[in-house]
């Protein structure tokens, strides 16, 4: 069974760092594009970044270019999202996504499968 597993969200402070992760099992990342999005409170999914099956990344959103770094560890079947001097703006509910075809797209609706979501709450 293909899951996704969020983990790393969390309150932080103005300027501060976290590292989202996230857990794929059931299918290799060889294999599969994955999609960071985010959703704020009364706003539509956003698409952040993504990283296509051979590795390569795209940024979509230009409010976190220069801030968000995405990675993978093909051993560890797991991505992460580096998020660094984040700002109130960046506060919302996390979530990575997997595409059975391995380039990336920026639309919610090219991804099949997705994770539950991390809160990232970004205040002082």
């Known amino acids: 069974q293909l899951q996704l597993v969020e983990s790393g969200g969390g309150l932080v402070q103005p300027g501060g760092s976290l590292r989202l992760s996230c857990a794929a099992s059931?299918?290799?990342?060889?294999?599969?594009?994955i999609g960071w999005f985010r959703q704020a409170p009364g706003k539509e999914r956003e698409g952040i970044s993504c990283?296509?099956?051979?590795?390569?990344?795209?940024k979509f959103a230009d409010s976190v270019k220069g801030r968000f770094t995405l990675s993978r560890d093909t051993a560890k079947n797991t991505v992460y999202l580096q998020m660094n001097s984040l700002k109130p703006e960046d506060t919302a509910i996390y979530y990575c996504?997997?595409?059975?075809?391995?380039?990336?797209?920026?639309?919610?609706?090219?991804?099949?499968?997705w994770g539950q979501g991390t809160q990232v709450t970004v205040s002082s």
């Open positions: 996504a997997a595409r059975n075809v391995g380039l990336c797209v920026s639309l919610p609706s090219g991804y099949e499968y």
């Open positions: 059931g299918f290799t990342l060889d294999y599969y594009a």
């Open positions: 990283i296509s099956s051979s590795g390569g990344g795209t």
